[in-house]
């Protein structure tokens, strides 16, 4: 059975970082891209970064400049290095990985990131 386990949320001040980790346990082959994404209160689900296992990268426009996402394939760990935070980041951040030829998903189970003064 596999799950991803995901850690690095908080609570920071505007303009601080914070490093996010998700980390599939359990045996998992060919993973195809992993990714995050994030929800906010009374809004929809939506793509923030992905990396695929050529480490081409995507990142939503608004945390372009801020954000960067990378991995680890020996660990089959992602990241999500987050700088110049903003109120408006604060949501559930999931983690998703692609996994074989049909590219099952698989999901984090969140964690909170806050951004206040």
């Known amino acids: 059975q596999v799950q991803l386990v995901e850690s690095g949320g908080g609570l920071v001040r505007p303009g601080g970082s914070l490093r996010l980790s998700c980390a599939a346990s359990?045996?998992?082959?060919?993973?195809?891209?992993m990714g995050w994404y994030r929800q906010a209160p009374g809004k929809q689900r939506e793509l923030v970064a992905a990396?695929?296992?050529?480490?081409?990268?995507n990142l939503a426009d608004s945390v372009k400049g801020r954000f960067t996402i990378s991995r680890d394939n020996a660990k089959n760990t992602v990241y999500l290095q987050m700088n110049s935070l903003k109120p408006e980041d604060t949501a559930v951040y999931y983690c998703?990985?692609?996994?074989?030829?049909?590219?099952?998903?698989?999901w984090g189970q969140g964690t909170q990131v806050t951004v206040s003064s």
């Open positions: 998703n990985f692609r996994v074989g030829a049909w590219w099952y998903a698989y």
């Open positions: 359990g045996s998992i082959d060919s993973i195809k891209a």
């Open positions: 990396i695929t296992s050529g480490l081409g990268t």
